[in-house]
């Protein structure tokens, strides 16, 4: 009995144990990490080609992914009354408080900036990427291609961005089409540009030199305004 209840308590292999299983843990590691490229978890199947081309619906700024289509303004508008205007309005305005689709021009920096898809997106492709992909809302990717264009086109022209009511807007003159903010967006460069920000070696103690001042207090500088002085919020 006694005997018995010694080797219990005896916790010696422990670290035997611990470093047994440390090993394990390290080869499991290094071998799953080489075979995981090639084992399948055996859940579901491959998605097919078909399946594949409906989910890859992308277009970029180089015109990758355009589909083939083309659609004047013409044609476009009396499909963005009937497809679109009920939400975004008939000029793009909005009706009521869904997204405008035009005007901001020359707002961007001021106080009160408006952002449209033709006074700040950057690129053309982004509106047609977004048009095919979600709108009309709650009919999403019901739009043929050459309605694409044609709705694509009308937005454009809501924009002045085209300014020709025959304008033609097709796969191939789509990437002349150049919106105003482009050049407003920039590759990040914060690592050149705040590079003595984003230091390796930041200072988290006594950090100015000097003492510091105290420039205000909360209570002197008094920021919450008084019970009823504040504006009213509906
Ligand atoms: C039932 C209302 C409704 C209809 C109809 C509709 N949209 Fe929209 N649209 C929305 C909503 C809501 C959003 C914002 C969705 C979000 O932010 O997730 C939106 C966003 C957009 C945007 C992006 C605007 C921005 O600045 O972010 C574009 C472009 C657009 N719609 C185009 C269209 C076009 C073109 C049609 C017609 C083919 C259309 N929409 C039909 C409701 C609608």
Redesign the pocket.
């Known amino acids: 009995m006694s005997k018995s209840r010694e080797t219990c308590h005896d916790l010696s292999f422990l670290p035997l144990l611990a470093a047994a299983c440390l090993i394990c843990l390290a080869c499991f590691a290094a071998f799953g990490a080489a075979f995981a490229s090639e084992k399948k978890l055996d859940i579901g199947r491959e998605a097919t080609a078909e399946e594949i081309a409906g989910w890859d619906i992308d277009i970029r700024p180089d015109g990758h992914g355009l589909p083939v289509g083309r659609g004047t303004v013409k044609q476009g508008e009396p499909?963005?009354v009937e497809?679109?205007a009920?939400?975004?309005g008939e000029f793009g305005e909005s009706a009521g408080r869904?997204?405008?689709?035009s005007g901001g021009n020359g707002t961007l920096a001021s106080h009160d900036p408006v952002?449209?898809?033709g006074s700040?997106?950057p690129y053309a492709s982004t509106?047609i990427d977004?048009?095919r992909r979600?709108?009309?809302?709650?009919?999403s990717q019901t739009?043929t291609n050459d309605e694409l264009y044609a709705?694509?086109a009308y937005?454009l022209f809501l924009n002045d961005i085209v300014t020709s009511e025959d304008f033609e807007l097709s796969d191939k003159n789509f990437r002349t089409i150049k919106l105003p903010n482009e050049p407003n967006f920039f590759d990040d460069d914060r690592e050149v540009a705040e590079k003595a920000f984003w230091r390796t070696d930041p200072c988290m103690s006594n950090c100015i030199s000097g003492d510091a001042v105290v420039t205000g207090r909360a209570k002197v500088i008094d920021v919450t305004p008084d019970p009823g002085t504040g504006p009213k919020v509906e």
């Open positions: 499909l963005y497809r679109c009920a939400c975004h869904w997204p405008i689709l952002k449209s898809v700040y997106w509106i977004y048009i979600a709108m009309p809302f709650g009919a739009l709705i694509t937005v």
